[in-house]
């Protein structure tokens, strides 16, 4: 099973700052590694796929980058509503495509 | 515009069963690969179980294997998970989502089960 890390676990920063956020996992996934944002009460909403692609509707202040076993999701200038839980997750791995534990963004 | 919506969740005893559905909307169905993802109460997500389009393959994540069963019904639109022999440790909201090769693109509201006596 790929085992996928998110660090940090929070992190509390004020609008307008960037956010830089971090998956790693446990062996190669290639360039087959999303992004999720939650917010509470709400269904997870895709925002990267394949690493650096930017889903439909997401704001272009989200991307993407990395490949193999090291990702990072930057957020340029954060907007109020941007406060929320981040989920990676592979699929390289089919079907047991991961999920990492989560990156809490919260507002300092 | 793509709409799933899932119902049939609730309270159980251990050891009890429930079926959830998923109804979907806005996209052919029946072209697409579906998913069950579930979160635990203040807890990360973790993926159930997959079926294809057609509904000939299927899997499942060992924590459920041999007690939940997915299905679909191409004609009506709908997901399903009948859910067997239920743990307190399958407590969570489940949601369905469309799976394409972007990722799990489209969710649902999510539906609460709760196991408890």
């Known amino acids: 099973e790929i085992v996928l890390t998110q660090s940090p676990a929070t992190l509390s920063l004020s609008p307008g700052e960037r956010a830089t956020l971090s998956c790693r996992a446990s062996q190669s996934v290639s360039s087959y590694l999303a992004w999720y944002q939650q917010k509470p009460g709400q269904a997870p909403r895709l925002l990267i796929y394949?690493?650096?692609n930017r889903a439909t509707g997401i704001p272009a202040r989200f991307s993407g980058s990395g490949s193999g076993t090291d990702f990072t999701l930057t957020i340029s200038s954060l907007e109020p509503e941007d406060f929320a839980v981040y989920y990676c997750q592979q699929r390289s791995n089919w079907p047991n495509r991961t999920f990492g534990p989560g990156t809490k963004v919260d507002i300092k | 515009q793509v709409q799933l919506v899932e119902s049939g969740g609730g309270l159980v005893k251990p050891g009890g069963s429930l079926r959830l559905s998923c109804a979907a909307s806005g996209f052919t169905f029946s072209d697409y690969y579906m998913s069950w993802i579930r979160q635990a109460p203040g807890k990360g997500l973790e993926w159930v179980s997959y079926?294809?389009?057609?509904?000939?393959?299927?899997y499942y994540a060992d924590s459920v294997k041999g007690r939940f069963t997915i299905s679909r019904d191409n004609a009506k639109n709908s997901l399903y998970l009948q859910m067997n022999s239920l743990r307190a440790e399958d407590t969570a909201v489940y949601y369905c989502a469309r799976v394409s090769l972007l990722g799990d693109d489209y969710w649902g509201q999510g539906t609460l089960v709760t196991v408890s006596s």
């Open positions: 394949d690493a650096s």
């Open positions: 079926i294809s389009s057609s509904g000939s393959t299927i």
